[in-house]
T-cell receptor, first 104, second 117 residues
Framework: LAKTTQPISMDSYEGQEVNITCSHN???????ITWYQQFPSQGPRFIIQ???TKVTNEVASLFIPADRKSSTLSLPRVSLSDTAVYYC?????FGQGTELSVKP | GAVVSQHPSWVICKSGTSVKIECRSL??????MFWYRQFPKQSLMLMAT?????????EQGVEKDKFLINHASLTLSTLTVTSAHPEDSSFYIC?????????????FGNGTRLTVT
């Protein structure tokens, strides 16, 4: 199962774009890359999923290079409510996640 | 759509007793569900894969006789923590994926906070 590596924490300010990169060197050929957001004492919430290149939805963009060994979650114009832990998954295994702190 | 519901959201029990946690997929069928455990300030750890109509598959280091999993229908999986001890106190989260959609995202419940006194 794919193991992922992310920065442990990131700080940002309201209105900024935040990019969180995840390394997944041994992701399986068939696995999609999925990003989740988790608030304290809640289950993870789906943000976005992709296989290759770029995917965009109403809340985020996901960039995946051709070799698929990494992916970058892009959150445009973050707000205080985006303060949370963000996880990337290759399949079922969670990495340590990135704790994003958005300041006013 | 794709809502996963867990019950109870929190439970306090005495050491030595058993606790059952339910995980339901409300608007879709899920042949497979997954149980995770999360300790404070840590990531989610996969405990087991629950398979409808067959035995669960447990991750290395997870005691199958202590964490009993039953997946009796396509919308319900239960996790029973038997003979609970204080070290079993944790946040238990289930997830499910629509049957037949192997590449679709996992949908997570809101977790169950178990406190063993």
């Amino acid at each position: 199962l794919a193991k992922t590596t992310q920065p442990i924490s990131m700080d940002s300010y309201e209105g900024q774009e935040v990019n969180i990169t995840c390394s997944h060197n041994n992701i399986a050929t068939n696995d999609y890359i999925t990003w989740y957001q988790q608030f304290p004492s809640q289950g993870p919430r789906f943000i976005i999923q992709g296989y290759k290149t770029k995917v965009t939805n109403e809340v985020a963009s996901l960039f995946i290079p051709a070799d698929r060994k990494s992916s970058t979650l892009s959150l445009p114009r973050v707000s205080l409510s985006d303060t949370a832990v963000y996880y990337c998954l290759g399949e079922l295994i969670f990495g340590q996640g990135t704790e994003l702190s958005v300041k006013p | 759509g794709a809502v996963v519901s867990q019950h109870p959201s929190w439970v306090i029990c005495k050491s030595g007793t058993s606790v059952k946690i339910e995980c339901r997929s409300l608007d879709f069928q899920a042949t497979t569900m997954f149980w995770y455990r999360q300790f404070p300030k840590q990531s989610l750890m996969l405990m087991a894969t629950s398979n409808e109509g067959s035995k669960a598959t447990y991750e290395q280091g997870v005691e199958k006789d202590k964490f009993l999993i039953n997946h009796a229908s396509l919308t319900l999986s239960t996790l029973t923590v038997t003979s609970a001890h204080p070290e079993d106190s944790s946040f238990y989260i289930c997830s499910a994926r629509r049957t037949g959609e192997g590449s679709s995202p996992l949908h997570f419940g809101n977790g169950t906070r178990l406190t063993v006194t």
